[in-house]
């Protein structure tokens, strides 16, 4: 069934409005929906808008990208970009992290990429951050042998404790920065999502690491 966007207009924040969208894109989908046959490889996590996905997917029309994020809402801001692009190498997706294993085969995700996540601040909150023990087995589980984990944060307490569980999760850390823009790394990886846009410009800096959870 289809549904009419404009039905939607005088809503809280529009989100129904937002939601009729993403329902109505062809690349949008429910996890229920999901063509597990299409086969991603790379994923970009907690996406948002999927801005940065899209952006990616640009670059490499080669490579098929995945956008995950619970909110759909957001998620239909990149897919319209994407159609108004003609990219035929991305979809969008409406599930959690956890249900990542549900979704991608194993040892088949060239790069995952964890943007800006919720960083969960008060301590008793710790297991539903998704740098997590249990989240990054989940993602070893779907990495390639050689597979890479990227992570950009602006929450520096939040990214050092990230830091800590990849290294006592015996991951190699390849590459890092507490400066990510003002570094001489790859451009590709200076990319912004629609959060990185919004707050740089008051003076917060990126954090940025990948990581392998074997040999590179």
């Known amino acids: 069934m289809t549904l009419n966007p404009h039905d939607f207009v005088i809503t809280r924040k529009r989100k129904k409005y937002r939601f009729a969208l993403f329902h109505n894109s062809p ?3 429910e996890l229920e929906e999901w063509d597990k046959t299409w ?3 790379h994923v970009e996590l907690g996406a948002g808008t999927g801005l940065f996905a899209v952006a990616l ?4 029309p080669d490579k098929k990208f995945l956008a995950v994020d619970v909110k759909g809402d957001r998620l239909q801001t990149g897919a319209r970009q994407a159609e108004e692009k003609s990219l035929a190498n991305i979809r969008f997706l409406r599930a959690r992290a956890d249900q990542l294993s549900d979704i991608i085969t194993p040892a088949t995700l060239d790069s995952i990429w964890l943007t800006f996540p919720d960083p969960f601040p008060k301590k008793r909150s ?4 998704m740098t997590h023990p249990t989240y990054l087995n989940i993602y070893k589980t779907i990495l390639k042998p050689n597979g890479a984990f990227y992570l950009k944060h602006d929450n520096r307490d939040f990214f050092c404790w990230s830091l800590e569980q990849l290294v006592a999760e015996k991951w190699h850390i390849d590459e890092l920065s507490f400066d990510l823009h003002g570094s001489d790394l790859t451009e590709e990886y200076k990319i912004m999502t629609t959060y990185e846009t919004r707050w740089t410009g008051g003076g917060l800096q990126t954090n940025f690491v990948k990581a392998y959870s074997g040999k590179p």
Request: hydrophobic share 30%; net charge negative; aromatic share 8%.
């Open 57 to 60: 997917a640009e670059e490499h």
């Open 27 to 29: 690349l949008c989908y």
């Open 126 to 129: 710790a297991g539903r951050r």
């Open 39 to 41: 086969q991603a490889d």
